[in-house]
């Protein structure tokens, strides 16, 4: 299957970016249970994904799949999807590491060669939906997902692409970007992001027959850490991330 | 329902519920206010293009609304009631609700004015006096949707709904609502003044109003809480070369790069 341009360019980039992104985050990001985003929230405290255990569950840019991991010990059945190879490698080791096998696919989630109505939750945490251009992972989600499912994910909210400061490489209080021009960021070290308006998503989810069921703004606590360099003062008064939560009737 | 209303609901008479502290704040600013909303009042009645918020956006443009002719449509916070008379004038049977008695009796003066009745009542949308069911379309434009709490009147928006109706309502950007200045007559610049956690009450200074607003994920919840499908958030841009409002606390030239205003739309389930 033919990559699209943004696709080939954030393999290109995932590939090369992969060793030094697991050596900073792997372990920040694999603790003994799930976790949501820079701040790695508890899912015990969020709720986002429910009872897995039995479930069919696609994670769609999974890195090296400490998510999926951590499902599969709770009684899942994931796959773990991403567009890089040389993250699939760190995930196919910690897969051994942790005495457990599922498929993994390499391939990016704007085309995913998996059956029709094969999952009961498709999911990512600041994985695909971020990476890959919406308007393609929305419809394959709702095609991969059974009657029932669950698409959730998290991703930077619309704010962080506003109150970015490219000068500082920092979030401040002051609106850097203009909203109504959101959709597509390319990055200095080359990856490309995709950010759509809160309305973007609700009719993107609403085009392909999926009905809107939450939409979880995390806030960190005050002792919050990350092994990101996000700002964690702003993240305290305004919202960094999003999930979205979404499901086939 | 509208004739089967007039005749049965005391369009003046005293009120049964008492009203909460803010709405009794709101409804003696209303009536304060309710002098300068006269004539932008009399230009909408004779408008026949029905067009959202303070910057006129044409509801021919935005299509917000599906057909409304033979619905039962109900205004949250009509105060003049032109929205309720562009409803009624394409076919709806509309009800207005408004919780400032002198906002009423300028609606009435434009029924008289216009040739075109329909039942006004007086009351707050956080306890609305009809019943369960009896309405395909509940409409609130800056209304109750930013003058009452939303904990108290969404619900009320929804016991109201029939199973298939439509709540559809405009309120201020979210975002603008974190870049207003305290200050009256200061526009909103592109700081972000306060925080977006726990926004929900708003007060300012010198004036004894209260606003509503909340964050995204909050409407979502609340709708959803309320047996109400969230069908679109239209986020209003304005179009290139749109004149200055009436209003000072947003500029043209922000509001074509954030979202001044957004019109939420749900569905009873």
Same mark, same amino acid.
């Given at each position: %299957?033919?990559?699209?341009?943004?696709?080939? =360019?954030?393999?290109?980039?995932?590939?090369?970016?992969?060793?030094?992104?697991?050596?900073?985050?792997?372990? /920040?990001?694999?603790?003994?249970?799930?976790?949501?985003?820079?701040?790695?929230?508890?899912?015990?405290? *969020?709720?986002?994904?429910?009872?897995?255990?039995?479930?069919?569950?696609?994670?769609?840019?999974?890195?090296?799949?400490?998510?999926?991991?951590?499902?599969?010990?709770?009684?899942?059945?994931?796959?773990?999807?991403?567009?890089?190879?040389?993250?699939?490698?760190?995930? =196919?080791? *910690?897969?051994?590491?942790?005495?457990?096998?599922?498929?993994?696919?390499?391939?990016?989630?704007?085309?995913?060669?998996?059956?029709?109505?094969?999952?009961?939750?498709?999911?990512?945490?600041?994985?695909? %939906?971020? /990476?890959?251009?919406?308007?393609?992972?929305?419809? &394959?989600?709702?095609?991969?997902?059974?009657?029932?499912?669950?698409?959730? /994910?998290?991703?930077?909210?619309?704010?962080?692409?506003?109150?970015?400061?490219?000068?500082?490489?920092? *979030?401040?209080?002051?609106?850097?970007?203009?909203?109504?021009?959101?959709?597509?960021?390319?990055?200095?070290?080359?990856?490309?992001?995709?950010?759509?308006?809160?309305?973007?998503?609700?009719?993107?989810?609403?085009?392909?027959?999926?009905?809107?069921?939450?939409?979880? &703004?995390?806030?960190?606590?005050?002792?919050?850490?990350?092994?990101?360099?996000?700002?964690?003062?702003?993240?305290?008064?305004?919202?960094?991330?999003?999930?979205?939560?979404?499901?086939?009737? | 329902?509208?004739?089967?209303?007039?005749?049965?609901?005391?369009?003046?008479?005293?009120?049964?519920?008492?009203?909460?502290?803010?709405?009794?704040?709101?409804?003696?600013?209303?009536?304060?206010?309710?002098?300068?909303?006269?004539?932008?009042?009399?230009?909408?009645?004779?408008? @026949?293009?029905?067009?959202?918020?303070?910057?006129?956006?044409?509801?021919?443009?935005?299509?917000?609304?599906?057909?409304?002719?033979?619905?039962?449509? +109900?205004?949250?916070?009509?105060?003049?009631?032109?929205?309720?008379?562009? +409803?009624?004038?394409?076919?709806?049977?509309?009800?207005?609700?408004?919780?400032?008695?002198?906002?009423?009796?300028?609606?009435?003066?434009?029924?008289?004015?216009?040739?075109?009745?329909?039942?006004?009542?007086?009351?707050?949308?956080?306890? $609305?006096?009809?019943?369960?069911?009896?309405?395909?379309?509940?409409?609130?434009?800056?209304?109750?949707?930013?003058?009452? @709490?939303?904990?108290?009147?969404?619900?009320?928006?929804?016991?109201?709904?029939?199973?298939?109706?439509?709540?559809?309502?405009?309120?201020?950007?979210?975002?603008?609502?974190?870049?207003?200045?305290?200050?009256?007559?200061?526009?909103?610049?592109?700081?972000?003044?306060?925080?977006?956690?726990?926004?929900?009450?708003?007060?300012?200074?010198?004036?004894?109003?209260?606003?509503?607003?909340?964050?995204?994920?909050?409407?979502?919840?609340?709708?959803?809480?309320?047996?109400?499908? $969230?069908?679109?958030?239209?986020?209003?841009?304005?179009?290139?070369?749109?004149?200055?409002?009436?209003?000072?606390? $947003?500029?043209?030239?922000?509001? !074509? !790069?954030?979202?001044?205003?957004?019109?939420?739309?749900?569905?009873?389930?």
């Amino acid at each position: %299957m033919s990559l699209s341009e943004a696709a080939r =360019r954030n393999r290109e980039h995932w590939d090369t970016a992969a060793d030094e992104y697991q050596a900073r985050h792997g372990a /920040f990001i694999g603790r003994a249970e799930p976790r949501w985003g820079v701040w790695q929230i508890p899912e015990s405290e *969020l709720r986002i994904l429910g009872e897995v255990a039995g479930k069919d569950v696609l994670e769609l840019g999974c890195g090296a799949a400490q998510w999926s991991i951590l499902l599969a010990r709770q009684g899942a059945r994931p796959v773990g999807l991403d567009n890089s190879e040389r993250q699939l490698e760190h995930a =196919r080791r *910690l897969l051994t590491e942790a005495g457990v096998d599922f498929p993994l696919v390499h391939a990016s989630a704007e085309a995913v060669p998996l059956a029709d109505e094969s999952f009961d939750v498709v999911f990512c945490d600041h994985g695909a %939906m971020s /990476f890959a251009d919406p308007q393609h992972t929305v419809p &394959e989600s709702a095609r991969l997902l059974r009657p029932g499912g669950l698409l959730a /994910f998290s991703s930077a909210s619309p704010l962080v692409s506003l109150c970015w400061n490219d000068d500082t490489d920092d *979030l401040d209080e002051r609106l850097h970007a203009e909203y109504f021009s959101l959709f597509r960021e390319d990055d200095s070290d080359g990856a490309v992001q995709f950010q759509l308006p809160y309305g973007g998503w609700i009719r993107l989810f609403r085009r392909n027959g999926l009905t809107l069921e939450d939409l979880v &703004e995390p806030r960190p606590p005050a002792d919050a850490t990350t092994t990101y360099e996000w700002n964690l003062e702003w993240a305290r008064s305004w919202p960094a991330e999003c999930i979205w939560k979404a499901r086939k009737p | 329902m509208g004739a089967e209303l007039a005749g049965r609901v005391h369009l003046e008479g005293p009120e049964a519920v008492s009203l909460s502290e803010h709405a009794a704040r709101n409804r003696s600013a209303w009536d304060r206010w309710s002098e300068e909303y006269v004539e932008p009042g009399r230009r909408n009645w004779a408008s @026949d293009e029905p067009h959202w918020g303070i910057w006129g956006i044409r509801e021919a443009e935005l299509q917000a609304l599906g057909d409304v002719a033979g619905k039962d449509a +109900l205004e949250l916070g009509c105060g003049t009631a032109y929205w309720s008379a562009w +409803l009624a004038r394409r076919g709806a049977r509309v009800v207005g609700l408004d919780n400032s008695p002198r906002q009423l009796e300028t609606a009435r003066g434009f029924q008289a004015e216009f040739g075109l009745r329909f039942p006004l009542l007086l009351g707050s949308a956080e306890k $609305v006096d009809l019943p369960d069911a009896s309405f395909d379309l509940v409409l609130s434009e800056y209304g109750a949707s930013i003058w009452a @709490d939303p904990y108290r009147w969404l619900p009320e928006a929804a016991r109201l709904l029939r199973p298939g109706g439509e709540l559809v309502f405009l309120v201020n950007g979210t975002i603008l609502m974190l870049c207003v200045p305290d200050e009256d007559d200061v526009p909103a610049g592109q700081e972000l003044l306060r925080p977006y956690f726990g926004m929900h009450r708003f007060e300012w200074p010198g004036d004894d109003s209260v606003e509503f607003h909340l964050p995204y994920g909050e409407w979502i919840r609340l709708l959803r809480a309320h047996d109400l499908e $969230v069908e679109d958030l239209l986020e209003l841009r304005v179009p290139e070369g749109t004149p200055p409002s009436r209003y000072p606390f $947003v500029t043209p030239e922000w509001a !074509r !790069r954030w979202p001044s205003e957004e019109i939420w739309k749900a569905r009873k389930r």
